[in-house]
């Protein structure tokens, strides 16, 4: 019975223990990651640009001296300084621009920022499956180890020949490199989880998984998932952005205005006052509400195929995790109702079967295991990308 019960701790969930693990997993990722970092600062930089070009030209400031030929008519003096301004409308739809831009940029810093948690959180889902088997591989190696000594005894006896020695050490010997690859591939698991925790090192010892539910309405769920998703939240704002310019574009045919002080000062004379200036753009701006219109329906094409991509994608996923979880239940099943290790001990020790019987029935049985756990790892997996939105 103690195989049974260490399969079934594997497989039941305990939600609190290893949820709240993983959880913290992710949150010291969050917080140490350095590319997450990187592109933080990186967005927050182009925010700040996106907000430079919204305010006022710089005020000019423009000094003369002439002196004067022949030498006795004296020199001249002129100072004009300078203010060139957009009316307000413009100086409005620049900022609006630019919030849509500083929106864009933090949908692009969710979107980077979920692929990396959902990175890690599959390399954490990976090894709490190794975790697990390398649990079941210690309690194989017990029982291989017990059945070893026992034919060691018996051909020290005389009761077992060498081939039946042999065969038993060449089982031990499989239980022992399955265990060695597990190591090996938890510490590449471990290494991975390092590096995106910034160098610093991760435990994540739970060998249980968590018995995640599946969304029991696939377009339900998908309402919902659509309206989260950063990469759609993306490409619509990117639209309004879009439109935002079209109508900037359109103001920008709009005459600018400046105004200022000026003053002449020659021998004897003083002229002052304030100047007026208007600028129409003639031709600076051509073609700029063409393409602001093109750029649009641009944005509007890759939203329709975005979200059908989107779409099927996570259908393709969803219906994927459904059959996943009725193999895994139907491996919960079987493995609860059937563990013949017990009686296939007892049948080799009383010789009611042969060792090459017992080798290929216990295999069978350490397969099916093997593939239980493998089932709850996949379907997890496939959950943590149906929910990755909610990272």
């Known amino acids: 019975m103690k195989i049974l019960i260490i399969i079934s701790t594997i497989l039941v969930s305990i939600p609190l223990i290893a949820q709240n693990n993983i959880n913290s997993v992710l949150d010291s990722i969050e917080a140490n990651n350095t590319t997450l970092k990187s592109l933080r600062l990186t967005a927050d930089a182009q925010k700040l640009g996106n907000k430079t070009s919204i305010y006022l030209d710089n005020p000019e400031v423009e000094f003369n001296y002439l002196w004067g030929k022949p030498g006795n008519i004296g020199s001249r003096t002129d100072i004009n300084i300078k203010q060139t301004f957009d009316i307000p409308t413009i100086s409005g739809m620049k900022s609006r621009v630019a919030n849509g831009q500083n929106t864009l940029i933090e949908f692009q810093y969710k979107a980077d920022r979920m692929n990396i948690l959902l990175e890690a959180k599959q390399y954490c889902i990976d090894l709490v499956y190794f975790n697990a088997l390398k649990r079941e591989l210690d309690v194989r190696l017990q029982h291989a180890e017990t059945i070893a000594g026992g034919y060691k005894d018996r051909l020290d006896r005389g009761d077992a020949n060498r081939l039946e020695y042999n065969k038993i050490q060449l089982n031990l010997a499989s239980v022992l490199g399955e265990l060695s690859r597990v190591e090996v591939e938890r510490n590449a698991l471990l290494s991975q989880l390092r590096r995106l925790n910034g ?190 939105v909610e990272l």
Not at 206 to 219: H, K, R
Not at 248 to 269: I, R
Not at 319 to 348: F, H, M, P, W
């Open 199 to 388: 160098g610093v090192d991760i435990a994540l010892d739970e060998d249980q998984f968590v018995q995640a539910q599946l969304p029991l309405n696939f377009n339900d769920w998908y309402a919902e998932a659509e309206q989260k998703n950063p990469v759609l939240a993306y490409i619509k704002q990117e639209i309004e952005v879009g439109k935002s310019q079209v109508s900037l574009s359109k103001a920008s045919n709009w005459p600018t205005f400046s105004t200022g002080y000026m003053s002449e000062k020659v021998v004897g004379q003083l002229y002052q006052g304030f100047t007026v200036g208007i600028s129409i753009p003639l031709w600076e701006n051509k073609n700029r509400v063409k393409q602001a219109k093109v750029a649009v329906s641009a944005a509007e094409s890759r939203e329709a195929d975005r979200k059908q991509q989107f779409y099927s994608q996570l259908q393709s996923l969803y219906n994927r995790a459904n059959g996943l979880k009725v193999i895994a239940e139907k491996y919960r099943q079987s493995l609860a109702n059937v563990n013949n290790t017990d009686l296939l001990k007892k049948a080799l020790d009383t010789g009611e079967i042969s060792l090459l019987d017992y080798i290929v029935e216990i295999g069978l049985y350490y397969t099916t295991v093997n593939q239980a756990l493998e089932a709850e790892r996949d379907y997890q997996k496939a959950i943590a990308e149906l929910s990755a």
